[in-house]
């Protein structure tokens, strides 16, 4: 059982060019979850989606997309990547069906961009 | 506006002593609130929770306290062990009016020392 997935683990981009994170989960789980985590701010929630064919905006979503491809794939896509985006992201799955379920975390892509 | 504040980004603890880690929340809506703990190069994995109709909630060295009126909670680790060294994030959500999201806060580095 893998849990959640990410890849690539590492990248590193060029200020401009664009990338797509991928995350897969084997759980069956209904909502899933982009963060990112930076020095000093936590996890913070960039987009999620609480069941397939849905995408709503977190936190901090500009300058990000997402594509829930089906119940196990939810992408996250850099258009034109900026030194500010610079940054640990993870992916997070949950059945969000009972309010004590919790969140399931991949182990993240470390993204660098010059 | 932080919802979630972990004021103390780190702290220190003498092996066999008792860890406590502090998180403050402003929204009243939450009623729900989870500790993660992360280790380098990992994801956040879950460590326990507490709905908003209980006090407290003990699962082994575990101990999460809410105050509500203070909008306050706080995790004891007793007795603390070198394997718990890692980062602790608190977060909270308000089930249905969020659906599901986490609110998590900056973090606090928990080292225990031998």
């Known amino acids: 059982n893998a849990g959640v997935t990410q890849t690539p683990k590492f990248q590193v981009l060029k200020t401009g060019q664009s990338m797509t994170l991928q995350c897969a989960q084997d759980?069956?789980?209904?909502?899933m979850y982009w963060y990112r985590q930076d020095p000093g701010m936590g996890l913070r929630l960039i987009y999620y989606?609480?069941?397939?064919?849905?995408?709503d905006k977190g936190e901090v979503p500009n300058g990000y997309n997402v594509s829930r491809l089906n119940k196990r794939e939810f992408s996250l896509r850099l258009e034109s990547a900026a030194p500010s985006q610079t940054s640990v992201y993870f992916c997070?799955?949950?059945?969000?069906?009972?309010?004590?379920?919790?969140?399931?975390f991949g182990p993240g892509t470390r993204l660098t961009v010059l | 506006d932080q919802q979630v504040k972990q004021n103390s980004p780190s702290l220190s603890v003498q092996e066999g002593r008792i860890s406590i880690l502090n998180c403050d929340y402003t929204?009243?809506?939450?009623?729900?609130f989870l500790w993660y703990k992360k280790y380098p190069a990992e994801g956040p994995t879950f460590l326990i929770s507490?709905?908003?109709?209980?006090d407290k909630n003990e699962d082994g060295r575990f101990t999460v306290f809410l105050n509500k009126s203070a909008k306050h909670l706080s995790l004891h680790i007793v007795p603390s062990q070198p394997g718990d060294s890692a980062v602790y994030f608190c977060?909270?959500?308000?089930?249905?009016?969020?659906?599901?999201?986490?609110?998590f806060g900056q973090g606090t580095e928990l080292s225990v020392k031998p």
């Open positions: 997070a799955s949950g059945r969000h069906i009972l309010e004590t379920d919790t969140q399931y």
């Open positions: 759980m069956n789980h209904n909502s």
């Open positions: 989606s609480a069941s397939e064919g849905t995408t």
């Open positions: 929204n009243s809506m939450f009623d729900y």
């Open positions: 507490i709905s908003s109709i209980k």
């Open positions: 977060a909270a959500s308000a089930y249905n009016n969020q659906g599901g999201k986490l609110i």
